[in-house]
């Protein structure tokens, strides 16, 4: 089971809006309705940001957003706060496994 | 509030095992369902397998098999992940994450515990 795919990093200024990618295949994020995110700050745990493709567990601001197209998950983050500076992974179902994207570094400028 | 907190950092050589433990505490492990992440230095997360409550059974990704044994003490509300054969490219940082039987995603995170392989 090969890695989702998502860049490597991405960056934005305070109060903008910055979205992430996440490609799968047919056999994980296609496949399922079952994309979840997960933040994480250097040296801490991964963090449950989205679930279900995009739903948001309490206590996550409703700046943080998730929608799926085809094989292609995404993550949205508007009004960009310094504290969202970290990193951002994607996790899809897959049958019984479960299949981690590459990570992507968010830069708050 | 479900807890979870893992054993120890390791330093193990080349060719040996290594067992880490994940503590529940606010729930108990039946109603839960576990699974190990790794993550190697500056790289990203990785599952390694877990229970699957619809099998029954846990399952491993392939890249583990035969390597890697997961188990729970119920009467604990311990879990343990053993790696055998370890290799240098095993020094990670090893977590345990739980979601709830029937959901699809990782609620609880353990702290993580450093395992270093090292000659």
């Known amino acids: 089971q090969s890695a989702l795919t998502q860049p490597r990093s991405v960056s934005g200024s305070p109060g903008q809006s910055v979205t992430i990618s996440c490609t799968g295949t047919?056999?994980?994020?296609?496949?399922?309705?079952?994309v979840s995110w997960y933040q994480q700050h250097p040296g801490k745990a991964p963090k449950l940001m989205i679930y279900?493709?995009?739903k948001r567990p309490s206590g996550v601001p409703d700046r943080f957003s998730g929608s799926k197209s085809g094989n292609t998950a995404s993550l949205t983050i508007s009004g960009l706060q310094a504290e969202d500076e970290a990193d951002y992974y994607c996790?899809?179902?897959?049958?019984?496994?479960?299949?981690f994207g590459g990570g992507t570094k968010l830069t708050v400028l | 509030q479900v807890q979870l907190v893992q054993s120890g950092a390791e330093v193990k050589k080349p060719g040996a095992s290594v067992k880490v433990s994940c503590k529940v505490s606010?729930?108990?492990?039946?109603?839960?369902?576990m699974h190990w992440v790794r993550q190697a230095p500056g790289k990203g997360l990785e599952w390694m397998g877990g229970?699957?409550?619809?099998?029954?059974?846990?399952i491993y990704a392939q890249k583990f098999q035969g390597r890697v044994t997961m188990t729970e003490d119920t009467s604990t509300d311990t879990a343990y992940m053993e790696l055998s054969s370890l290799r240098s490219e095993d020094t990670a940082v090893y977590y345990c994450?739980?979601?709830?039987?029937?959901?699809?995603?990782?609620?609880?995170w353990g702290q993580g515990t450093l395992v270093t392989v090292s000659s």
């Open positions: 994450a739980l979601k709830w039987l029937r959901s699809r995603r990782f609620d609880y």
């Open positions: 606010g729930y108990t492990l039946t109603e839960l369902s």
């Open positions: 229970f699957d409550p619809e099998d029954g059974e846990t």
């Open positions: 047919s056999s994980d994020v296609g496949g399922y309705n079952y």
């Open positions: 279900d493709v995009s």
């Open positions: 996790c899809s179902y897959a049958g019984s496994r479960w299949v």
